[in-house]
T-cell receptor, first 112, second 112 residues
Framework: DTGVSQNPRHKITKRGQNVTFRCDPISEHNRLYWYRQTLGQGPEFLTYFQNEAQLEKSRLLSDRFSAERPKGSFSTLEIQRTEQGDSAMYLC??????????FGAGSRLTVL | AQSVTQLGSHVSVSEGALVLLRCNYSSSVPPYLFWYVQYPNQGLQLLLKYTTGATLVKGINGFEAEFKKSETSFHLTKPSAHMSDAAEYFCAVRRLGDDMRFGAGTRLTVKP
């Protein structure tokens, strides 16, 4: 297993465009998490899935954000009508039970 | 609710000196506690974790942390800093079944 994989690693887009990030978790992990990290801050929780069910969403996840995990394996995070304030590192992590979360390298979004 | 406070956003030590990064948590039930390290443009890497059992936990790269319930603390230490320890360190708390919550991070600088 190669760990948690995130793509793309860096996305530059113009304000108003839609972007989608993909996360491939560790295969045996049933939980998948999305976090957002801005410069100088710790990761902030956005949402998480247990298998294909989205169990919790943060208030940070506005209507422009949507996450899916259709088959309980990979997940996508889509941001519609991007704003400059969406510029951040989007981190994906996977885990199971009470175990630690294993993080991917992140997808950095820059909105011009 | 659970939260994490990291005292000191920036810590600077000389090579060979003691490293002490402070973390206090609040949680209504006994939590799981973690320290992660993040190098520039990379994801988070687990240093160590406390779940149950021995309160002094040893991690990778010579780091250790002690869970002190009476002080609600989980400070990270290393007896002798190395240049390669320069990075951002995040303390995190998690309850079984919940997502992981992170502190704002402490940037460690190691001077030659």
């Amino acid at each position: 297993d190669t760990g948690v994989s995130q793509n793309p690693r860096h996305k530059i887009t113009k304000r108003g465009q839609n972007v989608t990030f993909r996360c491939d978790p560790i295969s045996e992990h049933n939980r998948l998490y999305w976090y957002r990290q801005t410069l100088g801050q710790g990761p902030e929780f956005l949402t998480y899935f247990q298998n294909e069910a989205q169990l919790e969403k943060s208030r940070l996840l506005s209507d422009r954000f949507s996450a899916e995990r259709p088959k309980g394996s990979f997940s996508t995070l889509e941001i519609q009508r991007t704003e400059q304030g969406d510029s951040a590192m989007y981190l994906c992590a996977s885990g199971s039970g009470a175990n630690v979360l294993t993080f991917g390298a992140g997808s950095r979004l820059t909105v011009l | 609710a659970q939260s994490v406070t990291q005292l000191g956003s920036h810590v600077s030590v000389s090579e060979g000196a003691l490293v002490l990064l402070r973390c206090n948590y609040s949680s209504s039930v006994p939590p799981y506690l973690f320290w992660y390290v993040q190098y520039p443009n990379q994801g988070l890497q687990l240093l160590l974790k406390y779940t149950t059992g021995a309160t002094l936990v040893k991690g990778i790269n010579g780091f250790e942390a002690e869970f002190k319930k009476s002080e609600t603390s989980f400070h990270l230490t290393k007896p002798s800093a190395h240049m390669s320890d320069a990075a951002e360190y995040f303390c995190a708390v998690r309850r079984l079944g919940d997502d992981m919550r992170f502190g704002a991070g402490t940037r460690l600088t190691v001077k030659p």
